[in-house]
Protein backbone atom coordinates (compact mmCIF):
# COMPACT_ATOMS: atom_id res chain seq x y z
CA UNK A 1 0.00 0.00 0.00
CA UNK A 2 1.11 3.37 -1.10
CA UNK A 3 1.75 5.50 1.45
CA UNK A 4 0.73 9.18 0.93
CA UNK A 5 2.08 11.50 3.99
CA UNK A 6 0.49 15.33 3.53
CA UNK A 7 2.00 17.86 5.89
CA UNK A 8 -0.47 19.84 7.66
CA UNK A 9 0.51 21.73 10.77
CA UNK A 10 -1.86 22.37 13.32
CA UNK A 11 -2.39 25.38 15.76
CA UNK A 12 -4.12 24.24 19.19
CA UNK A 13 -6.09 26.93 21.19
CA UNK A 14 -8.66 26.63 24.18
CA UNK A 15 -18.36 16.83 29.21
CA UNK A 16 -21.06 15.77 27.32
CA UNK A 17 -22.77 16.35 24.05
CA UNK A 18 -26.27 15.99 25.25
CA UNK A 19 -25.79 17.33 28.66
CA UNK A 20 -24.05 20.53 28.57
CA UNK A 21 -21.91 21.00 25.60
CA UNK A 22 -21.69 20.67 22.24
CA UNK A 23 -20.08 21.11 18.87
CA UNK A 24 -19.79 24.77 17.08
CA UNK A 25 -19.60 23.96 13.48
CA UNK A 26 -22.26 24.81 11.44
CA UNK A 27 -23.68 22.83 8.56
CA UNK A 28 -22.00 22.99 5.66
CA UNK A 29 -23.78 25.14 2.38
CA UNK A 30 -22.57 22.77 -0.33
CA UNK A 31 -21.23 19.88 1.24
CA UNK A 32 -19.14 17.54 -1.30
CA UNK A 33 -21.30 14.17 -2.78
CA UNK A 34 -18.10 12.29 -3.64
CA UNK A 35 -18.47 9.21 -6.40
CA UNK A 36 -20.31 6.48 -5.12
CA UNK A 37 -17.23 4.35 -6.36
CA UNK A 38 -14.76 6.11 -4.07
CA UNK A 39 -11.23 5.87 -6.10
CA UNK A 40 -9.00 3.61 -5.29
CA UNK A 41 -5.95 5.93 -4.46
CA UNK A 42 -8.53 8.36 -2.07
CA UNK A 43 -10.57 5.13 -0.46
CA UNK A 44 -7.32 3.04 0.22
CA UNK A 45 -3.74 4.72 0.55
CA UNK A 46 -2.37 6.11 4.67
CA UNK A 47 -2.05 9.52 5.28
CA UNK A 48 -0.12 11.10 7.49
CA UNK A 49 -1.27 14.57 8.75
CA UNK A 50 1.36 16.72 10.41
CA UNK A 51 0.04 18.92 13.29
CA UNK A 52 1.70 21.91 14.21
CA UNK A 53 0.15 23.03 17.74
CA UNK A 54 -0.78 27.29 18.83
CA UNK A 55 -1.72 28.03 21.83
CA UNK A 56 -2.99 30.98 23.04
CA UNK A 57 -1.73 33.02 26.28
CA UNK A 58 -2.19 36.05 27.68
CA UNK A 59 -0.86 39.36 26.16
CA UNK A 60 1.98 38.88 28.55
CA UNK A 61 3.16 35.57 27.50
CA UNK A 62 1.62 34.32 31.03
CA UNK A 63 -0.19 30.72 30.54
CA UNK A 64 -4.06 31.71 30.56
CA UNK A 65 -5.26 28.18 31.47
CA UNK A 66 -3.18 24.71 32.55
CA UNK A 67 -0.92 23.94 29.34
CA UNK A 68 -2.31 20.75 27.45
CA UNK A 69 -0.10 17.49 27.48
CA UNK A 70 0.17 16.98 23.76
CA UNK A 71 1.24 13.58 23.58
CA UNK A 72 -2.20 12.87 25.10
CA UNK A 73 -3.65 15.13 22.55
CA UNK A 74 -1.95 13.22 20.14
CA UNK A 75 -2.71 9.42 21.49
CA UNK A 76 -6.27 10.43 21.46
CA UNK A 77 -5.77 11.38 17.97
CA UNK A 78 -4.32 8.44 16.46
CA UNK A 79 -6.50 6.30 18.63
CA UNK A 80 -9.38 7.49 16.73
CA UNK A 81 -7.76 8.30 13.00
CA UNK A 82 -4.93 5.27 12.75
CA UNK A 83 -7.42 2.56 12.53
CA UNK A 84 -8.79 4.15 9.22
CA UNK A 85 -4.92 4.91 8.01
CA UNK A 86 -4.23 8.29 8.80
CA UNK A 87 -1.93 9.02 11.32
CA UNK A 88 -1.29 12.27 13.63
CA UNK A 89 2.06 13.83 13.77
CA UNK A 90 3.58 16.52 15.73
CA UNK A 91 5.22 19.06 13.82
CA UNK A 92 6.06 21.71 16.74
CA UNK A 93 4.18 24.38 19.12
CA UNK A 94 3.66 28.14 19.10
CA UNK A 95 2.10 30.78 20.79
CA UNK A 96 -0.45 33.46 20.18
CA UNK A 97 0.10 36.21 22.90
CA UNK A 98 -3.38 38.14 22.87
CA UNK A 99 -5.49 38.11 25.94
CA UNK A 100 -8.31 39.26 23.28
CA UNK A 101 -8.49 35.52 22.03
CA UNK A 102 -8.14 33.59 25.72
CA UNK A 103 -12.23 33.16 24.80
CA UNK A 104 -14.03 33.08 22.25
CA UNK A 105 -17.59 34.79 22.61
CA UNK A 106 -18.43 34.36 18.76
CA UNK A 107 -18.43 33.13 15.62
CA UNK A 108 -16.66 36.45 14.41
CA UNK A 109 -14.44 35.79 16.86
CA UNK A 110 -13.65 32.68 15.96
CA UNK A 111 -13.08 33.43 12.25
CA UNK A 112 -10.75 36.36 13.19
CA UNK A 113 -8.24 33.99 15.12
CA UNK A 114 -8.32 31.41 12.88
CA UNK A 115 -6.37 33.88 10.20
CA UNK A 116 -3.68 34.74 13.03
CA UNK A 117 -0.54 32.74 12.28
CA UNK A 118 -2.71 31.04 9.59
CA UNK A 119 -0.61 28.46 7.98
CA UNK A 120 -1.35 27.66 4.25
CA UNK A 121 0.24 24.43 4.11
CA UNK A 122 -1.77 23.81 7.36
CA UNK A 123 -4.83 22.74 9.17
CA UNK A 124 -4.50 25.08 12.26
CA UNK A 125 -5.89 23.85 15.14
CA UNK A 126 -6.44 26.26 18.04
CA UNK A 127 -6.44 26.02 21.83
CA UNK A 128 -8.08 28.07 23.69
CA UNK A 129 -9.87 28.60 26.99
CA UNK A 130 -14.17 29.02 26.86
CA UNK A 131 -16.02 29.46 23.72
CA UNK A 132 -19.59 31.00 23.20
CA UNK A 133 -22.40 29.01 24.12
CA UNK A 134 -25.58 27.62 21.47
CA UNK A 135 -28.85 26.86 22.38
CA UNK A 136 -27.88 27.39 26.49
CA UNK A 137 -24.81 25.12 25.71
CA UNK A 138 -21.04 25.62 26.35
CA UNK A 139 -19.41 24.67 22.98
CA UNK A 140 -16.41 21.78 23.41
CA UNK A 141 -14.87 22.59 19.65
CA UNK A 142 -15.65 24.30 16.41
CA UNK A 143 -14.99 24.55 12.88
CA UNK A 144 -15.71 27.60 10.54
CA UNK A 145 -16.73 25.43 7.90
CA UNK A 146 -17.02 21.86 6.45
CA UNK A 147 -14.16 20.93 5.50
CA UNK A 148 -11.50 23.15 7.09
CA UNK A 149 -7.92 24.01 7.47
CA UNK A 150 -8.59 25.03 11.16
CA UNK A 151 -9.98 24.37 14.10
CA UNK A 152 -10.84 25.71 17.97
CA UNK A 153 -11.24 23.32 20.74
CA UNK A 154 -11.36 24.12 24.46
CA UNK A 155 -8.69 24.07 26.54
CA UNK A 156 -10.73 20.73 28.92
CA UNK A 157 -11.42 19.30 25.81
CA UNK A 158 -8.21 18.91 23.61
CA UNK A 159 -7.37 15.23 25.25
CA UNK A 160 -10.76 14.04 24.71
CA UNK A 161 -12.61 12.79 21.35
CA UNK A 162 -14.06 16.53 20.74
CA UNK A 163 -10.85 17.15 19.53
CA UNK A 164 -10.85 13.65 16.83
CA UNK A 165 -14.67 15.06 16.10
CA UNK A 166 -13.36 18.72 14.99
CA UNK A 167 -10.73 17.36 13.51
CA UNK A 168 -13.00 15.11 11.24
CA UNK A 169 -15.09 17.67 10.37
CA UNK A 170 -12.05 19.32 8.93
CA UNK A 171 -11.70 16.38 6.88
CA UNK A 172 -15.03 16.83 5.55
CA UNK A 173 -16.85 14.55 7.37
CA UNK A 174 -20.06 15.78 8.63
CA UNK A 175 -22.47 14.95 11.40
CA UNK A 176 -24.56 11.67 11.71
CA UNK A 177 -27.77 13.97 11.71
CA UNK A 178 -26.86 16.09 9.42
CA UNK A 179 -29.88 17.14 7.20
CA UNK A 180 -28.19 19.69 5.10
CA UNK A 181 -28.75 17.74 1.70
CA UNK A 182 -32.08 16.39 3.07
CA UNK A 183 -33.12 13.73 5.26
CA UNK A 184 -31.62 10.31 4.93
CA UNK A 185 -34.26 7.69 4.63
CA UNK A 186 -34.58 4.94 7.40
CA UNK A 187 -33.65 2.00 4.78
CA UNK A 188 -30.69 3.89 3.73
CA UNK A 189 -31.90 4.10 -0.08
CA UNK A 190 -30.75 7.83 -0.04
CA UNK A 191 -27.64 7.33 1.83
CA UNK A 192 -24.79 8.82 -0.51
CA UNK A 193 -26.87 11.96 -1.19
CA UNK A 194 -28.34 12.46 2.24
CA UNK A 195 -27.64 12.65 5.57
CA UNK A 196 -23.78 12.20 6.48
CA UNK A 197 -23.82 10.59 2.57
CA UNK A 198 -21.52 7.61 3.75
CA UNK A 199 -24.14 4.28 3.54
CA UNK A 200 -22.31 2.05 5.87
CA UNK A 201 -23.11 5.01 8.93
CA UNK A 202 -27.34 4.22 9.44
CA UNK A 203 -29.98 7.27 9.29
CA UNK A 204 -29.63 9.15 12.57
CA UNK A 205 -32.37 11.73 13.76
CA UNK A 206 -30.07 13.84 16.04
CA UNK A 207 -31.71 13.01 19.14
CA UNK A 208 -28.95 11.54 21.19
CA UNK A 209 -27.72 8.54 22.76
CA UNK A 210 -27.33 8.39 26.17
CA UNK A 211 -24.70 6.62 28.44
CA UNK A 212 -25.81 4.08 31.19
CA UNK A 213 -22.39 3.98 32.87
CA UNK A 214 -21.52 0.83 31.22
CA UNK A 215 -22.39 1.45 27.93
CA UNK A 216 -24.33 3.77 25.37
CA UNK A 217 -27.88 3.18 23.72
CA UNK A 218 -30.09 4.44 21.71
CA UNK A 219 -33.68 5.26 22.95
CA UNK A 220 -35.14 7.42 20.76
CA UNK A 221 -37.19 4.82 19.11
CA UNK A 222 -38.96 5.13 15.66
CA UNK A 223 -37.53 3.02 13.67
CA UNK A 224 -33.70 4.50 13.45
CA UNK A 225 -30.87 2.25 14.67
CA UNK A 226 -28.09 4.89 14.77
CA UNK A 227 -24.40 3.74 15.80
CA UNK A 228 -24.34 4.71 19.30
CA UNK A 229 -20.38 5.48 19.89
CA UNK A 230 -19.89 7.39 16.49
CA UNK A 231 -17.78 10.21 17.18
CA UNK A 232 -19.54 12.28 14.50
CA UNK A 233 -22.87 11.65 16.85
CA UNK A 234 -24.89 13.37 18.94
CA UNK A 235 -23.92 11.42 21.69
CA UNK A 236 -22.19 11.23 25.44
CA UNK A 237 -19.16 12.70 25.72
CA UNK A 238 -17.58 9.07 26.84
CA UNK A 239 -19.52 7.40 24.31
CA UNK A 240 -17.56 9.39 21.64
CA UNK A 241 -15.44 5.88 20.00
CA UNK A 242 -15.53 5.16 16.66
CA UNK A 243 -15.73 5.79 12.79
CA UNK A 244 -17.58 3.41 10.03
CA UNK A 245 -14.92 2.72 7.13
CA UNK A 246 -16.99 4.77 4.87
CA UNK A 247 -16.20 7.45 7.53
CA UNK A 248 -12.48 6.58 6.97
CA UNK A 249 -12.77 6.30 3.35
CA UNK A 250 -14.36 9.76 2.90
CA UNK A 251 -11.52 11.41 4.92
CA UNK A 252 -9.06 10.17 3.21
CA UNK A 253 -10.75 11.76 -0.04
CA UNK A 254 -11.12 14.85 1.25
CA UNK A 255 -7.26 14.84 2.45
CA UNK A 256 -5.93 13.43 -0.66
CA UNK A 257 -8.26 15.70 -3.32
CA UNK A 258 -9.77 18.61 -1.74
CA UNK A 259 -8.18 22.10 -2.50
CA UNK A 260 -9.17 23.49 0.57
CA UNK A 261 -5.97 20.64 2.24
CA UNK A 262 -3.82 20.19 -0.33
CA UNK A 263 -0.39 21.30 0.59
CA UNK A 264 0.73 24.89 -1.67
Known sequence: MKKICILFLL????????????CGTPSPTHSTIYPSKINARGASAAVCVQVYFHIVRTSDGADAFLHPYLPAILSALNKAFTPHHITINEAGVGYINDTDFIQIDS?????????????SNAINF????SLWQEGGRDLAGTTNTIPSNHLIIRSDQAETAFAAHELAHCFNLL???????????????NCQTAGVQVCDTPAD?????ESDGFGCTYAGGGAYHPIPDNI?????ANCLNSYTEGQGARMRQAITHDPLLLPR
Open 11 to 22: ALVGSHWTYGQT
Open 107 to 119: RSEAIELGKVNHQ
Open 126 to 129: YIVQ
Open 175 to 189: HTHETSRGVEAIDGS
Open 205 to 209: PGTGV
Open 232 to 236: MAKVS
